[in-house]
């Protein structure tokens, strides 16, 4: 079901939040929330750390040895993420999978945590003017509408101005 989908992803027609949103319907839908816990949470614990950047490892160090607030914010689902989060300390706003009577229905709960969305997602779980400096990272130009609200923004990993 998805490799048509995935064909038109790749050739442009359809955007990656759109995909991500197909292939979690198709990944999900129906399937019980307990069994795919438990599935996420295992996953938080043997493949995320392998993933994580070196680069970003240190960031993440360096913003915990100043006692700065962590939020991760991320495309990437709930069901893996928020374990990996809590485990570490971080806050998070990221892609939600929506249960319905113990099920996943497919669909996210506030829709695909990206390009515009990711901006009011923040805001609706965090005031952000109650933080002195507000620190941003992102790889993808889904991020950039995140990274216009912080003060100091890194794009890949350099410097970045809105203006860019």
Same mark, same amino acid.
Request: glycine share 6%; net charge positive; proline share 4%.
């Given at each position: %079901? ?13 955007? &990656?939040?759109? %995909?991500?949103?197909? &292939?979690? $319907? ?36 360096? *913003? ?25 300390? $971080? ?15 497919? @669909? ?14 923040? *805001?609706?779980? $965090?005031?952000?003017?109650?933080? +002195? ?8 130009? +889904?991020?950039? &509408? %995140? ?7 890194? $794009?890949?990993? @350099? *410097? ?5």
């Amino acid at each position: %079901m998805l490799p048509p989908f995935f064909i038109l992803y790749k050739l442009g027609v359809i955007s &990656a939040p759109r %995909m991500r949103t197909i &292939a979690s $319907f198709v990944a999900f839908f129906g399937r019980n929330v307990d069994e795919i816990v438990a599935a996420g949470e295992k996953y938080a614990e043997d493949i995320v750390p392998k993933y994580l950047r070196e680069v970003a490892i240190k960031k993440l160090n360096w *913003h915990k040895k100043n006692g700065d607030k962590i939020v991760i914010v991320s495309a990437s689902l709930d069901v893996y993420l928020k374990p990996w989060c809590t485990k570490n300390g $971080f806050s998070l706003v990221c892609s939600e999978l929506e249960v319905d009577r113990g099920r996943f229905s497919g @669909r996210y709960v506030n829709g695909d945590c990206s390009c515009a969305n990711k901006p009011k997602l923040i *805001h609706s779980k $965090f005031e952000l003017g109650q933080y +002195e400096k507000i620190y941003a990272y992102g790889d993808t130009k +889904e991020d950039l &509408a %995140m990274l216009s609200l912080a003060g100091e923004a890194y $794009f890949n990993w @350099r *410097h970045y101005t809105v203006d860019e």
